[in-house]
């Protein structure tokens, strides 16, 4: 189970990520600068552990800078709006305030704007410079901190914090833990703890977690894919402080003209679990195959018949939005691939893998495509 289940500290930034991202751009600025190899007193692993277990965290602001490089092909373009190459590629800069689980803060930052979430007590707003309109929620009385509107749909880390979470959720024998090396992050001092999995059927090599030697709060988290000595996505302050911002940070001060609208707060359906175990509140048409690295979620398309997938009917769109994508088109664009499990297209990236079959189905992982094809014998 993960060390840091029992602190949500800045776990609330994941939805703020998916509403968010869908801004495009962000500021570009490379990889993280190496800075040089500062001299720590050894530790363990299991001591790396503990320091994140028992640290507490009572304020903290700073600069996040979250990067994606997945290597997705170029058929990616093709959809509508580029919604998923933005989530899943370029650079995203935020700014970050935390003072307790009842208030935090964050600002997506680009160059044609800016959107802000504010968790203030039980009020939750959104604002968004471009169209100067605001959404503001209130959050029912046992609203804890990760509990806020849009967490199921938002799994991309927006912190450091909220990526070591979910990869020491993840530790199990089918893991190996040890220390890396030491180094400078925002100008901290900082040690570097290393997963690594053990099954080979994972395109994952690394995940590395950057740990404040003094403060014991996650700087850094990069993950790095099989064969490539840079990182596939990687999350970091660049700038740091922890003390407890002002109150002022979580007040929500409309603009001159912006349009407030009021949203009614829904009740969680499931709660959440270890990666690749699947959950009492999960859909029952998804089911995963495996466990651990290597696990595969396998679903089905809806509509289905007589072996063959349903064309899909496009909706609408909304005015303004971008025509519908040529789903003929863009799976066109995938390789063939067939085998003793059927036949299909294959989308492949760094750090995942997917088989849509010829006959409805969808399995997704960050596994290899052979690792796919077996799940789908069965």
Do not use: C
């Not at 800016?114 to 968004?128: H, K, P, V």
């Amino acid at each position: 189970m993960s060390v840091l289940r029992s602190r949500p500290v800045l776990r609330w930034l994941v939805p703020a990520t998916a509403a968010v991202a869908v801004i495009g751009g962000g500021a570009a600025i490379g990889t993280f600068a190496a800075e040089a190899e500062p001299s720590l007193p050894p530790r363990t692993a299991a001591q790396l552990l503990v320091d994140l277990q028992t640290s507490r965290l009572e304020g903290l602001s700073g600069t996040v800078v979250q990067r994606a490089d997945l290597g997705l092909p170029p058929l990616v373009g093709l959809l509508p709006g580029n919604e998923l190459t933005t989530l899943l590629t370029g650079t995203h800069t935020l700014r970050v305030w935390y003072s307790g689980p009842d208030q935090q803060r964050v600002a997506l930052l680009d160059t044609l704007g800016e959107q802000d979430i504010i968790r203030n007590g039980r009020d939750l707003w959104t604002w968004q410079s471009r169209t100067n309109a605001a959404t503001h929620r209130t959050l029912g009385g046992d609203a804890g901190a990760g509990k806020s509107a849009g967490e199921p749909a938002a799994n991309l880390p927006a912190t450091p914090q909220q990526a070591a979470d979910l990869a020491l959720g993840a530790i199990d024998p089918s893991t190996e833990v040890s220390v890396g090396r030491s180094a400078t992050v925002a100008g901290q001092d900082s040690y570097e703890l290393v997963l690594q999995p053990r099954d080979q059927d994972s395109l994952v090599h690394q995940l590395r977690i950057a740990i404040d030697a003094k403060q014991h709060v996650p700087l850094r988290f990069e993950v790095l894919a099989k064969g490539s000595d840079q990182p596939a996505f990687e999350v970091a302050f660049t700038q740091v402080d922890y003390r407890r911002p002002d109150a002022d940070q979580f007040t929500f001060n409309p603009p001159p003209g912006v349009t407030v609208s009021e949203e009614t707060a829904e009740r969680p359906t499931g709660k959440p679990g270890r990666p690749g175990h699947a959950e009492s509140g999960a859909d029952p048409q998804v089911r995963a195959v495996g466990d651990g690295w290597s696990t595969v979620l396998v679903a089905r398309l809806d509509g289905a018949v007589g072996g063959k997938p349903a064309a899909p009917k496009p909706a609408a769109p909304p005015a303004g939005a971008a025509p519908d994508v040529d789903l003929s088109k863009l799976l066109g664009g995938l390789p063939a691939v067939s085998g003793d499990w059927g036949s299909g297209r294959l989308f492949s990236a760094k750090l995942f893998s997917v088989l849509l079959t010829d006959d409805g189905r969808v399995l997704a992982g960050a596994v290899t495509p052979e690792r796919l094809y077996q799940a789908a014998r069965g």
